[in-house]
């Protein structure tokens, strides 16, 4: 009696992630929400694609891919206690004061709605504030 075997290859080579390569985001408006991470945060326009519409900003560390929604008359904004999908993200910042100057920056802005200002995140050595940005996207902004 033959028995067959069958050999399993196990590939050993490890696997891990580098980070976030980009994000992408879709809004009602690309040129605001670009906009808002150019003057604001001062990210950087790295690229475009107009027939698609998609504008491509990065802070040289994170690209966002802000992509324009369709249908701007039908678009269903994020609910973050009932849908899946993106509850918000965060962008780290250098420090304390940075992260005070633009809780004061974004106060005088029409299109920003700041959930909470700057707080300690629980017992950690960590302060953080959360806002809405142009196009509805719920963005933190954390520093240690």
């Known amino acids: 009696m033959c ?3 069958t050999l399993v290859v196990v590939d ?5 992630t580098l980070g976030i390569h980009h994000l992408g985001l879709n809004v009602p408006d690309i040129k605001q929400t ?7 945060l001062q990210f950087e326009r790295v690229g475009e694609k107009p ?3 998609a504008i491509f900003v990065s802070d ?3 690209m966002l891919t802000l992509w324009q929604v369709a ?3 039908n678009m269903v904004s994020f609910n973050r206690k009932q849908n899946i999908g993106l509850h918000h993200f965060a962008l780290k910042v250098a420090n304390i004061e940075a992260l005070n100057s633009l809780y004061q920056r974004f106060k005088l802005l029409d299109n920003v709605e700041i959930e ?3 707080e ?5 050595p960590i302060q953080h504030m959360m806002c809405f940005i142009p196009g509805g996207i719920r963005l933190e902004l954390i520093t240690a």
Request: charged residues 20%; proline residues 9%.
């Open 3 to 5: 028995s067959s075997s």
């Open 12 to 16: 050993t080579t490890p696997i891990s």
């Open 34 to 40: 670009a906009a808002f991470f150019i003057e604001q």
């Open 51 to 53: 027939d698609y519409p």
């Open 60 to 62: 040289g560390t994170v």
């Open 71 to 73: 249908d701007r008359d």
């Open 116 to 118: 909470f200002a700057p």
């Open 120 to 124: 300690q995140l629980g017992d950690l």
